[in-house]
């Protein structure tokens, strides 16, 4: 395989040519991090050593873009460990309501090994998540990090046991083994801020990585649309998204609805309503953790389509 440290990356996150890019970022020590994110790790030197040994071992035959998404998954998962370390297990959650950080930090830690099951064991309908392989953490505070951890781990061991293009199943219908790893990495990303807000600590994410999980989202929705959800907006509106980190067409979001569902595509233009502010904090308001004017995002034009949108899209 192609090992992540050391080469240059057409990122996957930011869609254009970094020189090296987040996973250099990744692959810093606490000390080179600080005033970049809130969240330094005091032990991220020796974590970060050892995902790469890792990720340098995985048997893996495909592309690199498999990799990036590797990378972010274990790291971001390593974040969202590390908040749970500081949090109490009753404290609630409030984006997720009527959760504790417990049943949060279940929630994501079992979602990453009930995935690696049904990639292993190649399953063809819904898996009852009850039923799911080691899917409760141990009662010690380490030893339930590190079945986090494995989980994320087991993800991958499965992906690359069963080819990254083998046909599993998903809740949108059959989609490639590779495409858990995407959607387990947004999923930790996610759950990272919800874990945050509960604590009351900062929260940011890449610009790359949020607008990554700006498209993941909208990608979601529109399959999402094909199989009969309602549409998240009536047929006359067009809802344009704008993160404002320069990151070029990979920031902006054309999204629109006609009578056969929602879709998208990156490309600037002007919509019925408007929505401008940084990628992470797009991320956020579209997945209504934070309001827009708490994270100073702008809605431009008629506020009812943004209104409608959050209405009708789930958490």
């Given at each position: ?44 030197g020796k974590r970060s050593h050892r995902q790469r040994r890792y990720l340098e071992d995985i048997d893996h035959e495909g592309d690199d873009l498999f990799m990036d998404y590797v990378a972010a ?30 049943q949060l930090f279940r929630h994501v830690g079992r979602g990453h090994r009930w995935a690696a099951q049904i990639v292993r064991d190649r399953v063809t309908d819904y898996l009852d998540p009850r039923v799911v392989r080691d899917g409760k953490p141990p009662s010690d505070l380490d030893g339930a990090i590190e079945w986090l951890h494995g989980g ?164």
């Open positions: 395989m192609s090992g992540v440290p050391g080469r240059a990356v057409v990122h996957v996150f930011a869609g254009q040519a970094t020189d090296e890019g987040y996973l250099q970022y990744l692959r810093e020590p606490p000390s080179a991090q600080v005033g970049r994110t809130e969240q330094v790790l005091e032990s991220g998954l274990f790291e971001q998962n390593e974040l969202f460990g590390e908040l749970i370390r500081k949090a109490g297990p009753s404290t609630p959650v409030p984006t997720c309501p009527g959760w504790t950080i417990q994320a781990r087991a993800l991958v061991e499965a992906i690359a046991d069963v080819g990254e293009d083998t046909p599993v199943w998903t809740f949108l219908g059959p989609r490639p083994a590779a495409w858990w790893v995407r959607r387990r990495l947004h999923e930790a990303t996610v759950h990272r801020a919800d874990a945050a807000l509960a604590l009351g600590v900062p929260y940011d994410l890449a610009a790359p990585l949020a607008a990554d999980g700006i498209t993941e989202w909208l990608d979601r929705l529109a399959a999402a649309q094909r199989n009969g959800d309602p549409a998240p907006l009536d047929t006359d509106a067009v809802l344009h998204l704008h993160a404002t980190d320069g990151l070029g067409p990979a920031g902006e979001w054309m999204i629109r609805a006609d009578k056969d569902g929602m879709s998208w595509e990156h490309e600037h233009g002007e919509g019925t309503t408007a929505v401008r502010g940084r990628a992470a904090d797009l991320l956020l308001a579209l997945l209504r953790r934070r309001s827009a004017a708490d994270v100073s995002v702008q809605i431009l034009g008629a506020q009812e389509v943004w209104t409608n949108w959050l209405n009708r899209t789930p958490l």
